[in-house]
Structure formats: C-alpha cells, structure tokens
C-alpha cells in the first residue's frame, strides 16, 4: 500500500515527506492543511526496507533502482538522486526529476533538478533580514486575511548569531574602553597583567597529565634569559568553563556584543519562541560554519527510525566546509533560503562533477592552507565554475577531516558549488575522536554501506565516472601566500620579497600599486608608546589569526601556537605597534591551544583571544593607533595586514592597509615577528634573541611530529561533548534577555535595527502582469569582478556615508552606528548602505568613490542620493557591468538593496550564480550580453536611457532586444535558467510568490 503521509503543523513529519507536504498544500491551493487531510501516494513505497541487523530502522534502498548506473554515479550526485527518491511527489519534485539525475551521464548540464535539502543554516547577517522577512510575511499575511501563525520555516532551521562581533578591544585598545551605549569610556575593572610567571601545563581534559611539547619541565629547560614570565591565571571561560589566560578582551567584546546589539538579539530571542521548527545559537559560540561542523551536523538524519543522508544549504558560500565531513551543502541566497525554509525545493542544472584525484605526500612544511590553495590553483585552471567538484585516489586517505573541511570551505574561492569528500574511515576515525556516540556510529555506517554512499578507498573498488578528472599530486605543493589584492594570485613564500618588489613596480591595478621607483625605499619615523619606530614599504601592521578555514584545522592553529612557543623561549617579539588578534571559530579552539599549552606564548606574542565569531575576516578589525595611520598616509606607505582568512579584497581590513595577504596562521605569526612582508625566510633571520643570535624561520617551524603529538594528546574528544554540551544550554546573558512571545512581532517604530520591510506591502493573490522597462537610466556603470562587498558592504559604517547621516538624525554618535552587517534587519540602512563600500569604482566618476551622477540634473551624487531622485521622479534605472559581477561570499542584501534603489535590470557580461539567482529572486532582471559584446564594443557609454520590452510569454535563456535613446538596438540573454525562475520573476520574487500560498 502507498504511504500517505499523516503529519501535522504540531508533529514532527513524517521524514520523507517536509517539502511534499507543502508541495501538496500549495497544489490544493490551501497552505493551512496537515497534510492527512491532503494525503498523497508515495511512487518509491516499494523500495523502503529494514536496514540490515536494525530491522527498527527504515530507509529509502534507492540502490536498487537503475542497476548499473547508479553504481557509477558520483557520491555527490547519489546523494541529490536520494533527496529526489524520498521527496517526490508529483509536483514540486516529480518522478522524471529522479530519472533525470539518475541519467546524469547523459543528462548533466541540460536538465533542471529540484533539491530538498535536510535542513537550513542561517548567520545572523543574513538571518537576521531573513527572520524580519519571516516576521513581516506574517503581518503581510494577517492584513490579507490569512492566518500569520502558520508562517513558519518548514524545514529545520539553525541559525548562530556569529557576524555581530568587532574587535572593539585588543592588548593594544583595552586602556581606552567605550560604553557599549556610548558616553564616557569607562576604565577597566581590572588591568591586563603584565606577562610574567612560567605558564602551568594545563592537563587535557579527561587527563591528570599531558605529555606533549609543552610541558613545565621544558619550559624550566628554555634560555636562562627568559626571565620575562608568562602568568596563566586559570580563569573560566563563559562558555565551555576552560580555563583562558588574559580573557578581559572577550568579555569586553561580549559586553559591548551584547550591549550593541540587544534589540537585534531580542528580536532573536523572539523568534526563537514563535516559530517552529527554528533554533537560535546564542552569541559567542562560534562561526555559524564551524558550528554547523562541530554542532549540528548528523552525517545521517534518524527521524522517527527513518534514515535519510544529511544535507544543508546556508545563506553562506561558506557553507560548504561540511562537504568535508560527507555531507552534500552549499550556500544559495538568502532570498532561496528563505523560500526552502518555507518548503520550496532549491532548483539547480544538473551539474558536471568533476573528480579530483590526489596522489602523493605533501611537504612537511606544507600547511593545509598551502594544500588549499594549491589544489585551488589548479581547479581554477580546470574551470570548475558552477560545477560540483569530488574528491578520490590515495592522497584523499592522507587527508584528516580538518584538512577535509577546509579545503572544502575555499570551494567558492575558485567557483565550484561544492567540493565533496565521501564518508570513509577517515570520516568515521574522526566521528569517533569527537565523541559521536558509538551505536549511531555503527548504524550510521550501515546506512551508507546499504545505499552505497560509503567510500572504502581500496584500490580494486569501483571508482565513480566523473564529467573530467584532474589529478593533483599533494608532494608539489609547496608553501605560498595569497595577495596582496585577490585571493588567485597566489605567491611562493620563498619568492615573497621579489614579489612585493614586483608589485611596487607595476601600474595601479589588481596587483600593482606603481610606487616611483626613487620611493620604494622611503622610511617613515614614528613615535609610538614613548619608542621610536620606522614604517617602510611592506611594514605589517596588521596580523590577525582568524576565520572558521583555518579554525576548524587543529593542525594549522596549533603550528602556529607551537611557532609562537618557540619564539619567545628564543628572545623574539612582535612590534606594538601591530595589530595583532586570535579570533576562534569556537571555544573548542581555545580550549585545545589552553590545554596544550601553546595558548600565554601566542599573547605574548599579541596574539589574544578577542572573541568568538567573525571581525577582521569581515572588515570589524579594530582601527589602527593613529600615529601609525597618519604615518603611512604622510609617506604614502604600502602597509600591509598578513591574515590567515578566505578574502583579501582591498581595503577590506583598513583603508589605509592597501596590501592584504592569506597565509596559514603559522605564517601570520611569523610575518608579524618579521614586522614586513619584504623578507627572504631562507636567508634572513626573523629577527634577534637572546645573546644577540640570529633567529630564522626554519630555527622554529614546528615538526609534523610535534603537530601530530600535540594533536592527539589535546584535541580529544571530550572536548567536543563537552562543547557541544555548553553550546545547548547557552549563556547567562542570552538566558536572562526577555523578548515578547506575542505571535506577531511588536515593531518599534524608533528601532534603528528592526523595521518591517517593504517587500510584501503589494502582497494579494494574483500577480501583477509584468511590465516593461522604458527609458531607464543607468544609475552605475561597473567593471570587472564587482564583489558582493562592494555591492552591499558588511564592515563598519563610515562616518560620512549615506547610512551614516540616516543614523545621525536618529539620534546615534557614530561609536553607536555598529556595523552594516548588524543592521541587516533594518532596510532604512541597508539600502543606503548599498554600493557605500569606498573601494567601488564607477565608470562615471573615474576614481574609488560611492558615488553617481544623476544625469537628468547633472549633479555628482552619493549612489543612495541620486537613486531617490530617480524613484521621485518615476525613472527605472538598471546597472552596467562587466565580467563576474556578485563574486563573494552571498548576501541577500546585495539584491534587495539595489531593489529598493529601484534598479530593475543589471545588464552585465557574466555573473556569479549565487548572486544571480537572489537577483530573480528579488524581482531584478539579470541580463547578459551576447559573447564577444559588451559596452565598449557597442559603443556604449552609460549615458544613453535604455528600453526593455519584454515578449508575452518568456521562455528560459531566451533573447531580448534592447533599444537605447540613441537608436542603438542590441540584443541580450535573459538569464532564466528554468520555468521556475519565471514564475518567480513575474511573482515579483521568491517571497512574494511563497507569500501567496498562505493566502
């Protein structure tokens, strides 16, 4: 007999049946309705089995179907064929979609597949907008006489509030502490104290002992001349109850967290009350990624004894660090993400999946940072754009889960959707090192041996057949920086100080920054904290061990940690003038470089916990002294920021920071000893220690050895049950915050965080017909590899930005403003925020600057300025732009802005897909220029009004014409991949057209 599906608003569903119970709902045209009022009949009933020696567990045994080829499909798609088996049901997924990925040989590229994903990870810069949209669909939803309470995320929904920490305080910022509310600094409750004392080993937790590198007697044992000690007072840290030396600069950050953002976490706390199927991870737990790795990701859902493969999508390109632990994620758009949370599918072409084969041993100074970018190096050669990449051959067994993880998270760096690495042992060795318990384990490994979704790695097993393969030899990879503008170009360290030199040489632009050469060797004097120092060309003073890449890799934070050890015992010291920072991904991370003992030499060094979340990596660093800013500014000085994040693009760390390099967190430490990227480790000493010695790279590299004992005796599992056992009871202060459990949210109208937004006040419905675009004028005219940064920018606001003056005259002093990230729920900002970043070229200007022209008046305007004249004055406008327009990480706010700005149509030679898709998403045409044309070459100069007329009955990659003011009639691609797509676009977006189902 069928199965029907018997769940209720109130229940959990049935496993298999989330996305077709809506599915069902929004065929009958009756969003309201538990789906056993509306029961549909499941086509793959007859394939659900018992899995073997746990006949309690039932599964979907979709091996059986198709016979040979579902042998060879790759793991990745098995995973999508799955998902399509156990979710079809007619409508939203149908029967010929599963056939479709099931031909995937045949099919790749030319066909479009639903995908109903496990579950949904949001951060709070994305999740928050996402939320407040879920808040005002309800209020939209009640005016329009529906029912609000059933607005709720279909799918299960976690989102971390991880995006809203900055660096307001470091060993170098801590005397001179703001108010979170603002008004007089308030000194410190108790001094940093000064750093003496030999550090106490302290024991891995579950141990009376450890035995590693770092043990008291070997300390004894360091220089007679170390008599500067370092005190380890054991203080708790609030949230995993490890002890953390110096931790008055995470509770500052969290006070002034907290106090910055407690109408945004209310709001939070809110949600967490009223809607189902929803969970808030406090602040100061971690990235949203890493705890998506460490927290909430299965490897195997269990529901109610059904078993299904975990899979995820976030409102992150980041997203995909889980794709190293064998779980199929990816990051869409907020706008998608929101429509999945409401149980739509996430729709994509069946992809090309090219398979990776690593072969060989790395280098033993080889980081995994220097393995990511090296395998990212040759998969950008390979063009793996907007193609799944997989992973296989010997080199994959080599490679820890950490290592895993991290190379899967730069997927985007080099355009892949995703990078996959198949559960193995090696998945299971670490599942098992975490603490995972041991019966899921073996149930677990049952599962994906029944399914097939279980890579054994022995040479006489079948490999998959895979679109193309490119073969990586791991023993080539050598050590490389990444810099000092873009993430690709990628520098050998032993050819860093040339390289510099190169860029100081060659015409401003992606590389260069054309300084004379009679200036190259200019030294700046500067007077800091009563010293004397000089600035020159390539001077660090940046260096920020940071981002979830190279947290969630014990292996790189521990190098660097072990390096720091190594250099204090030899006399060595980082300048103060630096700004120096540690910014975990989680507590696990501090509790094993605490434990390990590693943790007081990285502080003397400058290298303090300044908190748990994203700053530096998100532009929140700390501003620099200002006798060192107006240094660099009076010589016009190449500063440089060495961080061992994922972006570097400019002025993304300090405007006044110009070169910005990606290095492993070993690396970072070293350059900042150095004090300048100008340096020839194998020739030059890093600096002077004790009795004069010159002291060089390779005197304190750690070994893989000491790496590998570290590594075991202190990364354990109990720290991760312990973590994870902390993470679910939250912390005081998120504990205490009161929030209202009304199911309409209160709007306070004077809120300068929280605004109902715009986007639903049209909501009825019907649709209205779509209309053409005439005589719009282009509000930007932009080149090549425009960022979703500086689209919409996530960093502090400036001070004389648009945002800026909004903010003002709602009565907040500028150290009040926060950042743009954090006041994504409120649109007021955001859409003033929107092409606010002071790096963004435009055409019209000529030089870096958030500025247009508004050309009806003639007058040079701030972007947000001239858009509002436009919309006054009733006249569209769209966007010119060049190759790769939206590159970046995802951000909803990078569509929804240039919405409200009242942009209808971007025309650009080529787009990054995620960003794309938020475009349609959000009601915005992405039009793309025929290939070999663009503006130059149809003699186009930006200034002309443009014309769009859109046909009766649109089809998927058709062509339109365009007409300008000067006659010019050209033609474009309309990028809609799908009839979805479509339907969507004439639905005024994703959210409109979801919003409808509940009326």
Not at 820 to 831: E, K, L, P, Q, S
Request: neutral net charge; charged residues 20%.
């Amino acid at each position: 007999m069928p199965a029907v599906c018997s769940c209720s608003p109130e229940s959990q569903p049935y496993p298999g049946c989330i996305q077709s119970c809506v599915a069902s709902r929004v065929r009958e045209g009756s969003a309201s309705l538990p789906c056993a009022v509306r029961p549909h009949l499941d086509p793959y009933q007859p394939i659900i089995e018992e899995l073997r020696n746990y006949p309690q567990k039932r599964f979907y045994n979709v091996s059986k179907l198709g016979g040979t080829k579902y042998d060879v499909l790759p793991y990745s798609i098995r995973v999508l064929f799955e998902s399509s088996i156990r979710n079809c049901d007619g409508f939203l997924v149908k029967e010929t979609d599963a056939m479709n990925i099931l031909d995937w040989k045949t099919k790749q590229n030319d066909v479009e597949v639903p995908f109903c994903p496990a579950r949904v990870v949001l951060q709070d810069f994305t999740g928050i907008p996402a939320m407040v949209d879920f808040a005002a669909m309800r209020e939209a939803v009640r005016n329009a006489g529906g029912d609000p309470v059933k607005v709720n995320p279909a799918c299960p929904t976690d989102l971390t509030v991880d995006h809203s920490l900055q660096i307001d305080f470091s060993k170098c910022a801590i005397q001179n502490a703001p108010n979170p509310g603002g008004g007089e600094a308030q000194k410190p409750t108790a001094k940093l104290s000064p750093l003496k004392g030999q550090p106490r080993k302290l024991p891995c937790r579950g141990q009376s002992s450890c035995k590693g590198p770092c043990s008291a007697g070997e300390l004894s044992r360091a220089s007679g001349q170390f008599s500067a000690q370092i005190e380890n007072t054991p203080i708790l840290c609030p949230f995993h109850l490890q002890p953390v030396p110096e931790p008055e600069t995470v509770l500052k950050n969290q006070e002034m967290e907290f106090g910055r953002n407690r109408e945004r976490l209310q709001f939070f706390k809110w949600s967490s009350k009223v809607f189902k199927n929803t969970s808030i991870i406090p602040p100061e737990t971690g990235m949203a990624h890493q705890v998506n790795l460490e927290y909430l990701s299965r490897v195997v859902f269990d529901v109610k004894d059904f078993l299904y493969p975990d899979s995820v999508v976030g409102t992150d390109s980041h997203t995909t660090m889980v794709n190293g632990l064998g779980i199929l994620g990816w990051g869409v758009g907020g706008i998608e993400t929101e429509a999945v949370m409401l149980g739509m599918p996430v729709t994509l072409t069946l992809p090309e999946v090219v398979g990776c084969e690593l072969t060989g041993t790395a280098s033993p100074l080889a980081t995994s940072i220097d393995i990511v970018l090296g395998i990212t190096k040759h998969l950008r050669q390979a063009e793996v754009a907007g193609k799944f990449v997989e992973f296989f051959g010997s080199g994959v067994s080599q490679l820890s889960v950490a290592d895993r993880t991290t190379i899967a998270n730069m997927c985007p760096e080099y355009g892949a959707i995703l990078s996959f690495f198949p559960v193995d042992n090696v998945t299971l060795k670490h599942l098992r090192h975490t603490g995972f318990d041991e019966a899921k384990l073996e149930v677990m490994e049952a599962y994906l041996k029944a399914v097939k979704l279980f890579r054994n790695g022995e040479s006489s097993s079948r490999e998959p057949e895979y679109s193309q393969v490119v073969q990586i030899s791991l023993s080539s990879i050598i050590p490389h920086v990444s810099g000092p503008k873009r993430s690709q170009d990628r520098v050998a360290v032993n050819n860093m100080k040339s390289d510099f030199q190169t860029c100081l040489n060659e015409k401003a632009g992606v590389k260069g920054f054309q300084i004379a050469a009679e200036k190259q060797n200019d030294v700046v004097p500067v007077q800091y904290e009563g010293n004397q120092y000089e600035l020159s060309h390539g001077c660090v003073v940046i260096a920020a061990v940071i981002s979830c890449t190279n947290n969630c890799n014990p292996s790189v934070m521990l190098a660097a940690g072990l390096l720091a050890k190594k250099a204090v015992e030899a006399g060595l010291e980082v300048k103060p003038y630096i700004r120096t920072s540690l910014s975990p991904g989680s507590g696990m991370v501090t509790h094993y470089l605490s434990s390990s003992g590693v943790l007081p030499y990285l502080s003397k060094l400058g290298f303090e916990v300044v908190g748990y979340g994203c700053s530096t990596c998100v532009g929140n660093t700390a501003p620099l002294p200002e006798a060192i800013r107006n240094a660099i500014k009076q010589g016009d000085i190449i500063a440089c920021g060495v961080l061992s994040g994922t972006k570097n693009f400019e002025g993304r760390l300090c405007d006044c920071v110009r070169a910005n390099y990606l290095a492993s967190p070993p690396l970072v430490v070293a350059y900042a000893i150095a004090g300048t990227v100008r340096i020839d480790f194998e020739t030059e000493p890093l600096g002077t220690g004790f009795n004069g010695r010159s002291i060089y790279l390779r005197d304190i590299w750690p070994t893989r050895k000491e790496l590998h004992t570290v590594e075991e005796e202190c990364v354990i599992s109990s720290m991760f049950k312990e973590l994870k056992e902390k993470m679910e009871k939250g912390n005081k202060r998120w504990n205490s915050l009161e929030a209202p459990e009304s199911p309409l949210f209160p709007w306070d109208l004077k809120s300068t965080y929280i605004r109902c937004p715009s986007f639903f006040d049209k909501l009825a419905k019907e649709p209205v017909s779509l209309q053409p675009i005439e005589n719009a004028h282009v509000l930007l005219y932009l080149g090549d590899s425009v960022t979703t940064d500086h689209i919409s920018p996530a960093g502090s606001i400036a001070r004389s930005s648009a945002a800026a003056k909004y903010l003002t005259n709602k009565g907040l002093t500028p150290r009040e403003f926060n950042s743009y990230g954090a006041r994504r729920g409120n649109d007021a900002v955001m859409t003033r925020g929107t092409f606010a970043n002071i790096k963004l070229l435009n055409k019209f200007i000529g030089k870096p600057a958030p500025k247009t022209i508004h050309f009806p008046s003639g007058q040079t305007l701030d972007v947000f300025e001239a858009a509002e004249l436009y919309q006054k004055e009733g006249i569209p406008v769209i966007i010119l732009a060049g190759k790769k327009y939206g590159l970046g990480s995802s951000r909803d706010w990078a569509a929804k802005g240039p919405f409200l700005l009242g942009v209808k149509a971007v025309l650009a030679e080529s787009y990054e897909k995620v960003h794309k898709s938020q475009l349609i998403g959000i009601g915005i045409a992405p039009l793309q220029f025929l290939p070999g044309e663009n503006p130059n070459t149809l003699g186009l100069t930006g200034r002309e009004q443009f014309s769009i007329l859109f046909p009766p009955e649109l089809s998927p990659k058709m062509t339109l014409d365009i007409k300008t003011s000067t006659g010019k009639v050209f033609s474009v691609f309309a990028l809609f991949e799908n009839d979805v797509e479509i339907t969507l676009y004439k639905n005024g977006g994703s959210l409109n057209f979801v919003a409808r189902r509940f009326l």
